[in-house]
C-alpha cells in the first residue's frame, strides 16, 4: 500500500524558516511527479509547489515564489520543502502528494495523498 508521511511541521515566528519532508513508501516512484498544498481552515486546498522526477522542472504558486523551495532525493524517496521569510498567512496544514504524469500539476489531480502536517506561524 502507497504511503506518503509527512514530517517537520511545528510553530514557527514570522519571518522564520521551517522545511518539511515528506517519505514515500509501499510503491514505485520512479518518474512520478511530487507536489506540496496546503488547506487552512475554512479554506481549499491549494497548490505549493511541484518538482518532477529529475528535479529539472519545479512550479511555484505566486504566493510562495522567491519564499519557498521544493527539492527531492529520489534514492530514499523523500521530497522536501524549505520554507523561508515565513508569513501567518502561510499557515495550514500541509500536505505532499504523488502522480506519475508531468501533467496538470498545479491542480488537485495527484494519485496520492499524505495525512498532512500543521504549520503554525506566529507574529
Known amino acids: ?11 514557527v515566528q514570522a519571518r522564520g524558516s ?9 510503491g514505485t516512484f520512479s518518474g512520478y511527479v511530487m ?3 496546503r488547506q487552512a481552515p475554512g ?5 505549493v509547489a511541484a518538482i518532477s522526477w529529475r528535479g529539472s522542472s519545479t512550479y511555484y504558486a505566486d504566493s510562495v ?3 519557498f523551495a521544493i527539492s527531492r532525493t529520489n ?12 508569513k501567518p498567512e502561510d499557515m495550514a496544514v500541509y500536505y505532499c502528494a504523488a502522480k506519475d504524469a508531468l501533467v496538470a500539476v498545479t491542480t488537485r489531480s495527484y494519485d496520492y495523498w499524505g495525512q498532512g ?7
Open 1 to 11: 500500500q502507497v504511503q506518503l508521511v509527512e514530517s517537520g511541521g511545528g510553530l
Open 18 to 26: 521551517l522545511r518539511l519532508s515528506c517519505a514515500a513508501s509501499g
Open 35 to 37: 507536489g506540496w498544498f
Open 43 to 47: 479554506k481549499e486546498r491549494e497548490f
Open 65 to 67: 515564489k522567491g519564499r
Open 75 to 86: 534514492a530514499k524517496n523523500t521530497v522536501y520543502l524549505q520554507m523561508n521569510s515565513l
Open 117 to 123: 502536517t500543521q504549520v503554525t506561524v506566529s507574529s
